[in-house]
């Protein structure tokens, strides 16, 4: 009954920026945590950028200071603002959550993806 939802991918020039948003719904308690994962073609899904809780991030070395994670918790809703966007940053990107539903215990849910394309 919980879903997520991206929105935000398109396709962007090098060097331009994109922001993506997942918003979560359903029976919700609490979200642990929630991140964004990405994967181009014949590559395998990695993770691009994560934050938990108590707003602790972490990211993978090749967007660090190009992007940026954030929360909004009474939106129930996470953000990727990607700048300085690369032409190997294009891939579905991918939105993961770890959600305490409502009288149950801890389960992790995936969004649709949302494709980002970078080329002039």
């Known amino acids: 009954q919980v879903q997520l939802v991206e929105s935000g991918g398109g396709l962007v020039q090098p060097g331009g920026s994109l922001n993506l948003s997942c918003a979560a719904s359903?029976?919700?308690?609490?979200?642990?945590?929630m991140g964004w994962y990405r994967q181009a073609p014949g590559k395998q899904r990695e993770l691009v950028a994560r934050?938990?809780?108590?707003?602790?991030?972490n990211y993978a070395d090749a967007v660090k200071g190009r992007f940026l994670i954030s929360r909004d918790n009474a939106k129930k809703t996470v953000y990727l603002q990607m700048n300085s966007l690369k032409p190997e940053d294009t891939a579905v990107y991918y939105c993961?959550?770890?959600?305490?539903?409502?009288?149950?215990?801890?389960?992790?849910?995936w969004g649709q993806g949302t494709q980002v394309t970078v080329s002039s």
């Open positions: 993961n959550a770890d959600i305490i539903s409502s009288g149950y215990s801890l389960a992790n849910y």
């Open positions: 934050s938990t809780e108590v707003r602790s991030t």
């Open positions: 359903g029976r919700i308690f609490r979200i642990s945590a």
